[in-house]
C-alpha cells in the first residue's frame, strides 16, 4: 500500500533515539522519551493561498526535521508506526554540515 498526504501535510518516520547516554547508562525501552526528529517520507502539494493557488512546501521526502514533542498523529502503515502531521508542526529542517577541510 502506497500513501499519498494531502495539502500541507507529511508523512514521517521517527528516528530512532540513542540507547546510552554520554556516561555510557543504558537507557531501558520504558524510560526512553519518543524522538522529536524523523524523516520525511512522504510530502503533499502543498496549502492553497487566498488567490487560490498553491503553496509549495519547504520540506520534501528525505529531509531530517525536528518536530514538537506532541505534533502529529501517529498511524500504522505496511506494520510501521509513523506520524501525519502539518508543516507548520516542523520546528525546523536539520542540514548535514559539511566539513570545513572538504570544502577548502
Known amino acids: 500500500m502506497s500513501f499519498r498526504p494531502l495539502h500541507d501535510r507529511i508523512l514521517v518516520r521517527r528516528v530512532d533515539s540513542l540507547e ?26 502543498g496549502a492553497r493561498n487566498e488567490a487560490g493557488q498553491i503553496q509549495a512546501l519547504d ?10 514533542k506532541w505534533s502529529g498523529t501517529e498511524i500504522k502503515i505496511n506494520g510501521e508506526d509513523l506520524l501525519i502531521m502539518k508543516e507548520s508542526d516542523v520546528l525546523g529542517v536539520i542540514e548535514a554540515q559539511v566539513d570545513q577541510q572538504q570544502a577548502a
Request: aromatic share 2%; no cysteine.
Open 20 to 45: 546510552k547516554t554520554k556516561g555510557g547508562i543504558i537507557i531501558p525501552d520504558t524510560a526512553k522519551e519518543k524522538p522529536s526528529e524523523g524523516e520525511v517520507v512522504a510530502a503533499g502539494p
Open 59 to 68: 520540506v520534501k521526502a528525505g529531509d531530517r526535521i525536528l518536530f514538537g
